[in-house]
């Protein structure tokens, strides 16, 4: 039986050092794997749905008010990139881009526009037949908790924005529930029996389904890349400062796969290093 130890280091800039211990119970020297991963590897996860901010467009724009006809504060949030055309312009579906969406909110409450300037300085709100066109390839269960993500502007500016439009958000819940509806009694028999036989399936890996916290629970009760992650995170911050660990690499005196797999404790070592990609860190290698 071997038990599995997780340990974090910050050793140098942008990158973080992840430690797995695996101890045998019969076998008390324990195998270490160290991994290096780029922060950004982790921190994209839940990265913000618009493009980064140039540093000209949050000077002109970031807390400038915007122009109304009643007395409410709205106040840009999220500055975008001025439209080289007027908002009245018939074509704006090929001028519009993710990169010329403003996030504004009415000051001292929770509630959000997504919006574009046009060259006739004249905000108007983001059609909503255009919110698939700026925000691409968004499913239902990536969006965070109340779809609002913290999002950090500058080094000491930090604002809690909408993961995705409010009403996106809505339009997606809406069409889901309608596709559920419109199952039909031997589908959901179908999905019912695929779903027992599921139950029973041998555990096979660490389970990655769940991105947020209000997906399903995983299966097996085995942690899933939210909780992982998160801790991951939270551990660089705690270990942030420990940057004269020295970890032994676990291949040392091997210098070819061939040698690795001929070596049992490496080959495990190996073995891990590939599970924990494959489940948790696919997108490092492609």
């Known amino acids: 039986m071997y038990t599995l130890h997780l340990s974090l280091y910050n050793i140098f800039d942008n990158y973080f050092q992840i430690i797995i211990c695996e101890t045998n119970v019969q076998n008390p020297n324990f195998l270490t794997v160290t991994l290096y991963i780029h922060t950004n590897s982790i921190l994209n996860q839940m990265e913000f749905t618009l493009p980064p901010l140039t540093q000209e467009s949050f000077s002109r724009w970031y807390n400038k008010k915007v122009p109304r006809n009643d007395n409410i504060d709205e106040r840009v949030v999220y500055p975008g990139v001025k439209l080289t055309c007027s908002t009245k312009s018939r074509d704006l579906r090929s001028q519009i881009t993710p990169e010329h969406v403003f996030v504004t909110r009415e000051v001292d409450t929770n509630v959000y526009h997504h ?153 495990i070592a190996l073995d891990t290093i590939v599970q924990f990609i494959h489940h948790y860190a696919r997108n490092i290698i492609k």
Request: charged content about 30%; hydrophobic content about 35%; proline content about 5%.
């Open 115 to 267: 919006k574009v300037l046009g060259s006739n300085n004249v905000f108007i709100g983001l059609p909503k037949r255009l919110y698939s066109h700026c925000f691409r390839n968004i499913n239902i269960h990536s969006i965070p908790t109340d779809n609002r993500i913290l999002v950090r502007l500058t080094e000491s500016t930090s604002v809690v924005l909408p993961f995705i439009p409010d009403d996106f958000v809505a339009q997606k819940r809406t069409k889901r529930s309608l596709s559920s509806r419109s199952r039909t009694k031997r589908e959901k028999k179908r999905t019912k029996i695929e779903h027992k036989k599921s139950l029973t399936i041998a555990y096979t890996g660490w389970v990655t389904r769940v991105i947020t916290p209000d997906t399903d629970i995983c299966a097996d009760n085995s942690i899933d890349k939210f909780q992982l992650f998160n801790y991951i995170k939270e551990q660089i911050d705690i270990n942030d400062l420990r940057l004269d660990a020295c970890i032994p690499n676990p291949f040392a005196g091997t210098t070819t796969i061939d040698e690795i797999n001929h070596a049992e404790e490496k080959q």
